[in-house]
């Protein structure tokens, strides 16, 4: 039985050998062996593709669409190819099996429905020619709400403070000559101060909470979902917070109670090393928020009096 012999430079087929006939690969910008010549430079076949890899017309080669970055026809209906770590429907232009990288991947589209100008050599990660730098485009503090109860399982605290919305809008270029997405980075500042009977008992920041690029509450969640799978296109979405101060009602007789909180909220252009690469029109936007909230319980009905001050955006 006849054995092929492949040979590659730097991770790329060329080439081939079956019983000494040596056949050297001519490839298009994709990857995809679209001839083969023999060693006196003769055309001895050629194959032209559809976009997710059947064969258009020619010569059905083993490593054929996008072949010389190891994608392998396998003739199979529903599971034409195969690329090193899960297979391949060049029928239906997906994946068979789920990504194993999702969430942060689609389940089974292929590089992002980019078939034309990007591959997967690994099956495991697109690999992209173009890619995406973030901008900022809108971030601001909305729907303000006074509340003074908690939900489960923080009901025997008694609290006043603010429930708000910070809503933002992202837009995305495609930029050629950087070698990795630049997507934006959120910074969220808090300080605070807080007094007991007009004592300063505890003095916090100013602290980024999303330093590092860390979740620090569920919140948060909502800044990292569109940031997982980079498109290039407009992105919007909205955080959440719930500042509040918060004492349980044990023991604080005649006490006061006073917080005042600042928060600076920062989003930034992309980075890919010098942030004017991304050409983004705003380069980060900044909104601020200030917060005071007094609490004072009373004797002897039990309870307590609790006064918010309309925060200064």
Same mark, same amino acid.
């Given at each position: 039985m006849p054995v092929t012999n492949y040979y590659t430079v730097n991770g790329e087929i060329i080439s081939e050998s079956t019983d000494g006939v040596y056949l050297d690969y001519l490839t298009d910008a994709l990857g995809s062996v679209t001839a083969k010549v023999d060693q006196t430079c003769t055309v001895v076949s050629t194959a032209r593709y559809k976009p997710y890899g059947d064969l258009l017309s020619g010569t059905q080669y083993k490593l054929g669409w996008v072949g010389s970055q190891g994608y392998r026809n396998t003739g199979?209906?529903? @599971?034409?190819?195969?690329? #090193? *770590?899960?297979?391949? !429907?060049?029928?239906?232009?997906?994946?068979?099996?789920?990504d194993p990288l999702w969430p942060s991947e689609r389940l089974y589209i292929y590089c992002q429905a980019n078939?034309?100008?990007? @591959?997967?050599?690994?099956? #495991? *990660?697109?690999?992209? !020619?173009?890619?995406?730098?973030?901008?900022?485009?809108?971030?601001?503090?909305t729907n303000i709400q006074k509340t003074f109860s908690l939900p489960p399982p923080f009901l025997m605290v008694k609290a006043c403070g603010h429930k708000f919305q910070v809503p933002y809008r992202l837009s995305y270029k495609n930029i050629s000559g950087i070698k990795a997405d630049a997507p934006c980075t959120l910074e969220w500042w808090e300080s605070s101060?807080?007094?007991?009977?007009?004592?300063?008992?505890?003095?916090?920041?100013?602290?980024?909470?999303?330093?590092?690029?860390?979740?620090?509450?569920?919140?948060?969640?909502?800044?990292?979902?569109?940031?997982?799978?980079?498109?290039?296109?407009?992105?919007?979405?909205?955080?959440?917070?719930?500042?509040?101060?918060?004492?349980?009602?044990f023991g604080y007789d005649?006490?006061?109670?006073?917080?005042?909180?600042?928060?600076?909220?920062?989003i930034r252009a992309g980075d890919?090393?010098?942030?004017?690469?991304?050409?983004?029109?705003?380069?980060?936007?900044?909104?601020?928020?200030?917060?005071?909230?007094?609490?004072?319980?009373?004797?002897?009905t039990p309870g307590l009096s609790c006064l918010v001050q309309e925060p200064n955006v």
């Open positions: 199979l209906k529903y @599971s034409g190819g195969y690329v #090193r *770590a899960r297979h391949f !429907s060049t029928e239906q232009g997906q994946w068979t099996t789920a078939s034309t100008s990007d @591959s997967d050599p690994t099956g #495991r *990660a697109g690999k992209k !020619s173009q890619f995406c730098c973030c901008c900022p485009e809108e971030l601001e503090i101060l807080v007094k007991r009977n007009g004592t300063i008992i505890k003095r916090t920041g100013p602290e980024n909470f999303n330093a590092g690029g860390g979740t620090v509450s569920p919140t948060f969640y909502e800044w990292y979902f569109p940031e997982i799978d980079l498109e290039c296109v407009i992105r919007a979405g909205t955080l959440l917070d719930w500042p509040y101060l918060g004492v349980a009602n005649d006490a006061v109670f006073e917080r005042t909180l600042d928060i600076r909220i920062v890919v090393g010098a942030r004017s690469q991304c050409k983004c029109t705003k380069m980060s936007i900044e909104r601020k928020f200030r917060q005071y909230l007094k609490l004072q319980f009373i004797k002897p």
